[in-house]
């Protein structure tokens, strides 16, 4: 193996400037999958909370007074269902950022498998519930707020209702969870890929 | 940026760069055959050391724990950049160039041409060989049984080898 003894001191011998760490620039311009999916969590999660602060206050700091309790009652509980989907947001950022970077392939591999078995038990039974106690609640916030209005209005408004939360569930919600999985999928497809290249000898 | 350095086991960010930085450029040359890739990938790699180095317990050596991360980002890049193949040079990329011109002889850039042209996973394994890294170590780098490691280091010298005098 003289060759590879040439090739040893070849790359042993070859000097190469390193350059300083810019942190900031490099976070701008390399996100990886895992930080992408990270991002997403953190940023929905933070969202869901400014919107459950700012509809606390709307019903109950600010200059508006509702007629109903139901009005009340139903800003509770969209608040409620925003700070509890903003938890579940945070928890996933938590579980994503556990994942260990410097595991082994193997390990590596099973973190991720572990935490995409989760997060499809999760979707399963997290929308649908997330979904009937929002629209529950607005089903509630309706009763004061329609019964205001003309007949023809509240058919109006119940018919964009209606159609806002089926885009946001079979457009939005599908293409989000899709967008996701596919980042969740390349990164275990890689590892896989990864894991057979070293079990092939 | 010290105050944030200091580990428990007393390693700094700082000294892991001083100490590892040109190893792991070469580690990533090796993996992308290119300079400019390869910086990006080193400077990645400092990141998320950074990121990760407060919950490092010390359960493996420094150097192993740090080459995991490299191994671990360069594959990450190199699945990104097969979907995308071209990525425009940032401007921080450019600032870098004229004081980073071709650091290597032909010959050099032959040889990372030649491991570039490996599976993903052996030009890790061979890079850290040519860097003679005791084989324990790699082995728990990549995670395979010491026996398994040195099986795949006989059949990458030999494909190493025929692949440079066949371009050389």
Same mark, same amino acid.
């Given at each position: 193996?003289? !060759?590879?003894?040439?090739?040893?001191?070849?790359?042993? &011998?070859?000097?190469?400037?390193?350059?300083?760490?810019?942190?900031?620039?490099?976070?701008?311009?390399?996100?990886?999958? &895992?930080?992408?999916?990270?991002?997403?969590?953190?940023?929905?999660? #933070?969202?869901?909370?400014?919107?459950?602060?700012?509809?606390?206050?709307?019903?109950?700091?600010?200059?508006?007074?509702?007629?109903?309790?139901?009005?009340?009652?139903? #800003?509770?509980?969209?608040?409620?269902?925003?700070?509890?989907?903003?938890?579940?947001?945070?928890?996933?950022?938590?579980?994503?950022?556990?994942?260990?970077?410097?595991?082994?392939?193997?390990?590596?591999?099973? &973190?991720?498998?572990?935490?995409?078995?989760?997060?499809?038990?999760?979707?399963?039974?997290?929308?649908?519930?997330?979904?009937?106690?929002?629209?529950? %609640?607005?089903?509630?916030?309706? #009763? !004061?707020?329609?019964?205001?209005?003309?007949?023809?209005?509240? +058919?109006?408004? +119940?018919?964009?209702?209606?159609?806002?939360?089926?885009?946001?569930?079979?457009?939005?919600?599908?293409?989000?969870?899709?967008?996701? !999985?596919?980042?969740?999928?390349? #990164?275990?497809?890689?590892?896989?890929?990864?894991? %057979? &290249?070293?079990?092939?000898? | 940026?010290?105050?944030?350095?200091?580990?428990?086991?007393?390693?700094?960010?700082?000294?892991?760069?001083?100490? =590892?930085?040109?190893?792991?450029? @070469?580690?990533?040359?090796?993996?992308?055959?290119? =300079?400019?890739?390869?910086?990006?990938?080193?400077?990645? $790699?400092?990141?998320?050391?950074?990121?990760?180095? /407060?919950?490092?317990?010390?359960?493996?050596?420094?150097?192993?724990?740090? =080459?995991?991360?490299?191994?671990?980002?360069?594959?990450?890049?190199?699945?990104?950049?097969?979907?995308?193949?071209?990525? /425009?040079?940032?401007?921080?990329?450019?600032?870098?160039?004229?004081?980073?011109?071709?650091?290597?002889?032909?010959?050099?850039?032959?040889?990372?041409?030649?491991?570039?042209?490996? /599976?993903?996973?052996?030009?890790?394994?061979?890079?850290?060989?040519?860097?003679?890294?005791? =084989?324990?170590?790699?082995?728990?780098?990549?995670?395979?049984?010491?026996?398994?490691?040195?099986? @795949?280091?006989?059949?990458? @010298?030999?494909?190493? $080898?025929?692949?440079?005098?066949?371009?050389?």
């Amino acid at each position: 193996m003289d !060759e590879f003894e040439d090739l040893k001191k070849l790359w042993q &011998q070859s000097p190469v400037p390193v350059a300083p760490v810019d942190t900031q620039a490099l976070r701008r311009a390399n996100a990886t999958h &895992q930080q992408k999916l990270e991002r997403t969590q953190l940023r929905g999660a #933070i969202l869901l909370l400014l919107t459950a602060v700012y509809l606390i206050y709307l019903g109950f700091f600010s200059r508006i007074s509702f007629q109903a309790m139901t009005t009340y009652v139903a #800003i509770v509980f969209i608040s409620l269902c925003c700070i509890g989907q903003a938890g579940i947001g945070l928890y996933l950022y938590y579980r994503l950022r556990s994942i260990d970077v410097s595991a082994p392939v193997t390990a590596h591999l099973h &973190q991720w498998e572990t935490y995409y078995a989760f997060r499809k038990r999760l979707i399963r039974v997290n929308m649908p519930v997330y979904y009937l106690l929002l629209n529950g %609640a607005f089903a509630l916030y309706f #009763i !004061e707020m329609l019964g205001l209005l003309p007949i023809t209005t509240r +058919l109006v408004v +119940l018919v964009l209702y209606v159609g806002w939360m089926l885009f946001a569930w079979f457009v939005l919600g599908q293409r989000s969870l899709r967008r996701e !999985e596919g980042r969740l999928n390349g #990164i275990m497809a890689n590892l896989r890929t990864q894991q %057979a &290249q070293l079990g092939s000898d | 940026m010290s105050e944030r350095a200091k580990t428990v086991l007393g390693i700094s960010f700082d000294e892991l760069h001083a100490r =590892y930085a040109a190893r792991i450029l @070469k580690l990533c040359l090796g993996y992308t055959g290119d =300079y400019a890739q390869a910086q990006d990938l080193t400077q990645e $790699t400092f990141i998320r050391v950074w990121q990760q180095l /407060p919950a490092f317990r010390g359960t493996a050596q420094s150097s192993t724990w740090l =080459y995991r991360i490299a191994v671990n980002t360069c594959l990450n890049h190199l699945r990104q950049a097969k979907r995308r193949p071209v990525d /425009p040079l940032l401007p921080q990329h450019e600032a870098q160039l004229p004081d980073a011109p071709d650091p290597t002889g032909e010959a050099v850039q032959q040889l990372y041409r030649c491991i570039s042209q490996l /599976p993903e996973t052996d030009r890790l394994i061979i890079s850290l060989v040519l860097d003679e890294q005791p =084989y324990a170590e790699i082995a728990q780098i990549v995670g395979v049984s010491e026996g398994t490691l040195r099986v @795949k280091i006989h059949r990458i @010298k030999h494909q190493l $080898t025929s692949l440079y005098q066949r371009h050389g």
